[in-house]
């Protein structure tokens, strides 16, 4: 995983776990003899994209390294209803109390997978890729961003430590569009901070003012619409520093040999039913809060062997 490390995940696990078991899980302790082994096995009940199994590895490993894990399925695997994704063996105890913090993360990753990877085939062939947002859940961020790229789509920043976004209330308390782009560019020479800026913009005059101060590598269109965004686009790619480019007829990755190429993305208000023609209109990005905030848990079960 890309954003955790194994200690951060082991740590994260440790508090599920406290959460859900407490002093411990007296249903089971009462019910089943300590030295009583069986199996249990994952199966889908739903299509989808299926995400958390690295994580799940962890939490098995976590509660009890005795137990065996017969590995069937990976992350990122296209998934149907009766698919099994693995078995593990041991005490029936351990599998009994892994057994819902375990489904739990893998749910929540595979709908995030599974959303992802539809928001993205909604945009195959314009060039456009889809992003997520800071709109996760605390702290849980970390794996639904990994949920996000195992789906097929992208992460935008992780959050405010790794990009300058200067939104609507940044511009408002700066002074305007200019001077916070200024002084954004500012502090990252006084800081040494070599950190990608972009820009929200509201109107055709604040498009105007960030091309005319420059240093942006990014602007984002808040909120326009789809005819608002295609006239947005044509007027940057005709006003950017480096001159005019003919976007309309794009090539994968044909963008990452123009100096000086803006980014732009389109966010706000966009659904499923308006994203491709939003994608249509050349830009880079769409930005999509609902993949982290409004998917749909893949249904999926962690059922005996008997």
Known sequence: MEYISKEDLRALIAQWFQEDIGDGDHTSLSSIPAEAEGCQQLIIKDE???????????????????????????????????????????????????ERTMLNIMQRMSGIATMAAYYQSLVAGTGCTILDTRKTTP?????????????????????????????????????????????AKEYCKEKG????????????????????????DRIMLDNYTPAATREAVRYIREHSPKGHVDWSDKVPN?????????????????????????????????????????????????????
């Open 48 to 98: 989808g994209v299926l995400a958390g199994v690295e994580v799940a590895a962890e939490v098995i490993d976590f509660f009890d390294p005795t137990l065996r894990v017969e590995w069937l399925l990976k992350d990122g695997t296209h998934v149907k209803k009766g698919d099994i994704a693995f078995r593990v063996y041991g005490k029936v105890r351990s599998l009994l109390q892994v």
């Open 139 to 183: 702290g849980l961020r970390m794996l639904e961003k990994e949920a996000v790229r195992i789906g097929g789509a992208h992460n935008h920043r992780i959050g405010l430590f790794d990009m300058i976004l200067l939104k609507d209330n940044h511009v408002d308390f700066a002074g305007g569009t200019a001077a916070a782009i200024r002084r």
């Open 193 to 216: 901070k070599d950190l990608k800026i972009e820009i929200e913009v509201r109107n055709q005059q604040e498009v105007e003012a960030a091309l005319a101060e420059g240093g942006v």
């Open 254 to 306: 044909w963008k990452k040999a123009v100096p000086g190429y803006i980014e732009i993305e389109s966010s706000g208000g966009i659904t499923e039913k308006t994203l491709r023609d939003y994608a249509n209109c050349g830009v880079d990005f769409i930005s999509v809060g609902a993949l982290t905030h409004s998917f749909k848990c893949l249904d999926m079960s962690f059922k005996a062997v008997k």
